[in-house]
């Protein structure tokens, strides 16, 4: 018997229309975990890199974590995967809600699609029953609006939907897949979606799960309950008010807007607007969430309330939760009003909340300073808040400008040319990133953001606090009851980290120091990224309720296999560095890992290529970031390495050839 998995993957060939029910090896749960592991290892065996986004032969994998399902807490991520028409790249990206756990229920670890449908078409999985049905009807309409409408012709509604809008169908790089609750936003995931012609996929479970040791399970969940309690009654001290307890951060419920409006680079990521918080905004701010927030909700058995539903006058009611509260408000430097009411129709089109904003304001940029004329943006309004639905309204239908702005920044821009390049700054592997900007680099977050796979900074950091409690006794008083830490040293990097004037480098003792929380870190996102935890639980926050010392426990009382940290990280170390494997073979170098080069006031490029070097080589790779054939045979991928010396990625005395300038732009 299978515990906590189901042992079976659904198979979709959306071209023949051919549904299968494919039993999975368990060999492969115990290599790679299951969820974003088991995804890589699919996209591996099964999309070389010549397939593009665009293909009937990628893929696209909806996954329900190795423990959805089960009674553990805040467990209920789907994770996305596919390959990007936006980076070109391995693309994945979770979201929250029911559906994951609905789709366990239904029999199922996972649905798999390929092929693409003569017609516009949604799946729906009823336990046994799968159907391939005609969305002609839905066409244009709404994500959120399709998930009612089908519920309602199903007469199902307790049916979980995952859907696109507009924006997918059109295969906006950004597009976004919409859940309710939550979404699946990042890389494009959307626009793969609407190229298949599936407007959504919905699933309706009635069945059981199975644990392998109940009673030593339950004990562990009521464990996490209790610790969950306590956090939210004793929240940190000094940090920033959103982070202080558990779940995503607290946006939706605390009104912390200084933080953003001063700490960001906002517009196109130009500007951070010192001194623009007054408290004339703060009240104005304040009175505009309490107004439209109508109820704080959670996911699936969860007790954490990190969304909330709003509802702006005039317009549906929609569900909103994290950072995307500001990023339309601060894009166009306006108002929270006007920052809800377009999120609003965004959302329904099916579109990401990071990209989003920021292509609209490039392109405001480039009008402004004339690279961009009337004839590009004709019939655009002069009101500054009306330009910005103006434009929304044209990306998503591809019109005009819009179809250009519709492939995001980097790719807009070699379009658009005249100079336009040197204003999609904030990119990173072709990527609109968080639009930070702070006066000194930062070495962890110059390896997270450059290094990560995920490609997003706000699924990559973690548990090390983001910046030092101002005198050691208070850094004492934090470390005494840290438990979550891999090993005692962390807490002594903590203790000998102070704070340092502007010109002082590094900000942390060693760059070994900065190699190894970078990697802890990491590895929490992605042991959360197997099992399908809620990073708000785990990786994300400060002392969460889940981590490395109990997550061993959870699968082998859930899974029922035998697990303890030293295997649980070789296991992640495994899957983390195939996905990395997955962007090699499609053409990631070194040239390509480096941060938006505004991102820091002041840059120390010695020091940037010492941290590159030296967290290479921390992880087994070589000076090109590719893994060595060493450390591809001490984590049982030796068929990665055959693959890469094959195609001359490495050679057989592990060495790379001369440097890869980057991936191919033609693409």
Known sequence: MRYAETGFNLEVDLTRGNIERVETDPRD??????????????????????????????????????????????????????????????????????????????????????????????????????????????????????????????NEPKAQVASIGLAGENRVFFASIEQGRSSASRQGLGAVMGDKNLKAIVVRGTRDIN???????????????????????????????????????????????????????????????KGFWTDEIERAWTETMESMRTRLISCYNCPMKCGATISPPGSPTYMMKCFSKLTYTMAAMSDLDFGLKIAQRATEYGLDGFSTPQVMAFALELYEDGILTDDDMTGIPSGNDE??????DR???????????ADGTYWAARKIGKGAEA?????????????????????????????????????????????????????EEFVKDWIQVPDERFKQYLLDWELRGENSIP???TVEMCCDIVDWQERMHY???????????????????????????????????????????????????????????????????????????K??????????DTYYKFKGWNNDGIPTKETLHELDLDYVAEEFVKRGILTEADESPKEDPGQNESK
């Open 387 to 392: 330009r910005f639905f103006w434009l929304l």
């Open 507 to 509: 900000y942390y003792p």
């Open 603 to 612: 840059r120390f490029p010695e020091l940037e290529k010492e941290l590159l």
């Open 211 to 273: 644990v392998a040791r109940p009673e030593e399970y339950m004990e562990l969940c009521n464990e996490v309950l209790e610790y969950i309690k306590f956090r939210n009654e004793n929240p940190i001290p000094g940090v920033m008010p959103i982070l202080t307890g558990l779940g995503s951060p607290q946006e939706m419920q605390v009104h912390d807007e200084k933080w953003h409006t001063e700490n960001f680079m906002w517009g196109n990521s130009r500007v951070r607007r």
């Open 395 to 405: 990306i998503v239908r591809r019109e005009g400008i819009g179809d250009v702005l």
């Open 423 to 475: 204003y999609a700054h904030n990119t990173i592997k072709k990527h609109e990133q968080l639009p930070l900007k702070l006066s000194m680099l930062n070495p962890i977050y110059f390896l997270m953001y450059s290094t990560g796979e995920k490609i997003n900074i706000t699924q990559i950091e973690g548990q090390f606090p983001q910046a030092p409690w101002p005198t050691r006794e208070e850094r």
């Open 29 to 154: 749960t115990e290599l790679y975990l299951g969820g974003l592991g088991t995804n890589a290892k699919l996209l591996w065996d099964r999309v070389p890199p010549e397939v593009e986004a665009f293909s009937p032969d990628n893929l696209l994998i909806f996954a329900a974590g190795l423990l959805c399902g089960t009674p553990a807490t805040g467990c209920n991520r789907t994770i996305v995967s596919t390959i990007s028409p936006q980076t070109k790249l391995m693309a994945f990206s979770m979201m929250g809600g029911f559906w994951a756990p609905e789709l366990k229920y239904a029999g199922y670890d996972k649905v798999v699609l390929r092929g693409k449908s003569p017609d516009l078409v949604y799946l729906w999985i009823n336990n046994d029953k799968v159907e391939i049905r005609d969305a002609s009807h839905l066409r244009g309409k709404g994500a959120n609006e399709t998930a009612v409408l089908i519920r309602e012709e199903l």
């Open 527 to 601: 042991i959360d990224d197997a099992l399908g935890m809620c990073a708000g639980l785990s990786s994300f926050p400060l002392k969460p309720p889940y981590h490395i010392h109990n997550y061993p426990k959870f699968i082998s009382a859930g899974a029922g296999i035998e697990m303890d940290e030293e295997k649980l990280t070789q296991a992640t170390r495994r899957y983390r560095t195939l996905v990395r494997a997955n962007n090699i073979r499609r053409g990631m170098r070194r040239a390509d890992e480096k941060p938006p080069e505004n991102h820091w006031k």
